[in-house]
């Protein structure tokens, strides 16, 4: 895998008003350029960094695109088969209570195959947190339906659009864990503006510190694009995904318990 | 201290389980096995050891909830029945490719589907090939008594976490329910995160300034690093095979036929012995305690004393497979089965001998 460096000759210390976390390793990100994924990870590794909290998580990787996200998080990970990673991350906060967990999936395998692992980890309450990145499609595999998919999007298995009397309607299953007693903390963030991208990062860092007092389970829902999988430019892929994914999934709370 | 006791085998293997200083413990409800869970529950393991005990959603939930739990280095496992043991193939497979230790008790039920949840041995090519996908093996204990259930608990772990590897114990509904007398031994700590540190350097305990990052995977998307990957799994398969063999011979000095029989069908067997002798036949009974690594060299042996070897198991004839592998035609060798939650009696076990084997 190609390496991450900063140029020194272009970038002197004087002009260096960003750095990379040292949570994210050297490795270039496996990503497409212009996909969210690599945002979502810098967001979460600089709440880690923030916490100082590295040597105490423990994050689970799912299948998908991110599958590989244990190769750009410089934490301890576990990589957990299709849609398990909330069963891994309720045994790993069980046996080691003072450590940090999140999983880390995409909508396939979120909301598809591990919606039984999904909603049951939710509905115990398991003090972990969650990130779901949700782009409508299966990127990993080629473009196919996903249980998030819009009515009418087209993807490689829904090649003339998803009809909704065949193929079923978009899941909205971040709504769906708001209304288990489990869940603490429940929202709909993005990362494709800078604005975006802070609230999605206090979103980060509070879901973290409810796990720190031991609240309950966080639920974080991204909102990302997949300009492979959508077949467009990245910046057509996300006026795309301001017009025609938040209308059906609205940004912001969700659910909020502050006792 | 050793203590006596009279218990239910999966009832003595769950307090084996905590005596052996386990971790966690991940499951899901299904005869014949359903007492390990509720014996845990009901001991509040929580409170006596530390030990967690959770009711999974399913099968594949308890099985990847083991899997995250060996992740971190923590002596875990799981128990179930034939059905809910081909749902967790999936996570066995990724915590074989992951060589992660952790202990798996089948209580096997009839089958194939839903089956009967009567006693049976049909699922020994599903524990002893591998069962899930891709090349592997688990190594596979197969009890035959209430004292076998407690006792494999703990070499279990040893074994385990001596080469990273899931153990099976291979059980039956009629081991797994009967009551028998038990010695259990004393209690083992649980590790602390300092020992577990220094046992299992690669465990997911949280990455400190003085280590690089640890990470559980079992994928690879370089052939060459998966094949290399695979080359040393079958590596450690061939050490186990060449270092723990274990198996058990009654009666096989001076006669002149043998049975070959694991976990109750060996019971039965031990019976036939008996009633054969009062008919005046020699037979001897060779019990594999170790189904993978199977007994190939002792049961090799056999030829050269015996004229007829009859495999007596509560399947179709999975086992006898490694028996004529390992007899490569040098004596007779036949099958006796029954199948569907039966058990055969032990004159049914002679009278197959007589026709089968000496007879035949």
């Known amino acids: 895998m190609a390496e991450f460096k900063t140029n020194p000759e272009i970038v002197q210390p004087e002009n260096l008003v960003y750095k990379r976390t040292d949570l994210l390793t050297p490795k270039a990100l496996s990503y497409c350029p212009g996909c969210g994924h690599g945002t979502a990870h810098r967001i979460i590794m600089e709440v880690l960094e923030e916490m100082d909290i590295q040597d105490k998580t423990i994050g689970i990787a799912p299948v998908g695109c991110s599958v590989l996200a244990y190769e750009f998080m410089n934490i301890d990970m576990q990589q957990a088969a299709h849609g398990r990673a909330p069963a891994l991350a309720t045994a790993v906060k069980r046996l080691m209570p003072d450590k940090f967990i999140f ?5 396939g395998d979120l909301a598809a195959i591990g ?3 999904t909603i049951h980890a939710c509905n115990r309450g398991e003090n972990i947190v969650i990130i779901f990145v949700n782009n409508g499609i299966y990127g990993m595999t080629g473009g196919q339906m996903a249980p998030t998919t819009l009515p009418g999007m087209k993807s490689s298995t829904s ?3 998803r009809d909704v009397h065949t193929m079923g309607n978009p899941l909205r299953i971040t709504e769906l864990v708001a209304q288990l007693p489990g869940t603490i903390y429940v929202t709909r963030q993005a990362v494709h503006t800078p604005s975006a991208v802070r609230k999605a990062k206090k979103a980060v860092r509070k879901a973290f510190e409810n796990q720190k007092l031991n609240k309950g389970l ?11 999988g959508w077949k467009m430019t990245p910046l057509k892929s996300n006026e795309w995904m301001v017009e025609n994914m938040f209308p059906y999934y609205p940004l912001g709370d969700i659910k909020v318990n502050e006792e | 201290m050793k203590e006596l006791k009279l218990m239910k085998g999966n009832e003595a293997f769950a307090e084996a389980a905590i005596r052996a200083g386990a971790d966690g413990y991940f499951g899901y409800p299904i005869t014949p096995q359903s007492e390990v869970m509720e014996y845990l529950m009901a001991e509040k393991t929580h409170e006596r050891t530390g030990m967690i005990t959770l009711q999974a959603e399913s099968e594949v939930a308890a099985i990847n909830m083991v899997y995250g739990g060996a992740s971190c280095g923590k002596k875990v496992l799981t128990s179930s029945s034939s059905p809910g043991i081909s749902l967790k193939q999936e996570g066995i497979s990724y915590i074989a490719g992951s060589e992660l230790p952790c202990v798996i008790l089948n209580v096997v039920r009839g089958g194939p589907g839903l089956g009967t949840i009567q006693p049976s041995q049909s699922d020994y090519f ?3 090939k591998g069962g899930g996908h891709g090349d592997y093996r688990m190594i596979v204990l197969a009890p035959s008594s209430v004292q076998e259930m407690a006792d494999f608990a703990g070499l279990g772990f040893e074994l385990a976490f001596k080469y990273r590897n899931p153990v099976m114990v291979l059980s039956d509904g009629a081991i797994g329910q009967m009551m028998e007398k038990v010695e259990l031994d004393a209690q083992k700590p649980r590790l602390t995160e300092e020992e577990i540190i220094k046992n299992t350097p690669w ?6 300034k003085d280590r690089e990052r640890n990470i559980i995977t079992s994928l690879d998307l370089e052939s060459s690093k998966m094949e290399r990957h695979n080359i040393l799994l079958q ?3 061939a050490k186990i095979e060449e270092a723990e063999v274990r198996y058990e011979k009654i009666g096989c000095e001076d006669a002149d036929y043998a049975f070959i029989a694991f976990g ?3 019971r039965i067997c031990q019976k036939a012995i008996e009633l054969a002798a009062e008919q005046g036949i020699k037979v001897g009974l060779m019990r594999p305690i170790t189904l993978f690594p199977f007994p190939k060299k002792a049961v090799a042996q056999m030829t050269e004393k015996v004229k007829g070897i009859l495999v007596v198991e509560m399947n179709a004839g999975q086992m006898i497979e490694d028996v004529q592998l390992a007899t490569q035609g040098r004596v007779k060798v036949e099958h006796f089965g029954r199948m569907g939650g039966i058990i055969p009696s032990p004159i049914e076990v002679v009278e197959a001998l007589k026709q089968k084997i000496i007879g035949g």
């Not at chain 2, 465990?203 to 400190?208: I, L, R, S």
């Open chain 1, 218 to 228: 966080s639920f974080i829902e991204i909102v990302s694009n997949c300009n492979s």
């Open chain 2, 126 to 128: 599903q524990a002893t």
């Open chain 1, 159 to 161: 090649p003339y659009g």
């Open chain 2, 264 to 266: 109750t069908s060996a």
């Open chain 2, 235 to 237: 590596e450690k398969y």
């Open chain 2, 203 to 208: 465990a997911t305990t949280g990455k400190t």
């Open chain 1, 115 to 117: 919606t039984a692992e």
């Open chain 1, 103 to 107: 999983t880390y999936q995409g909508d």
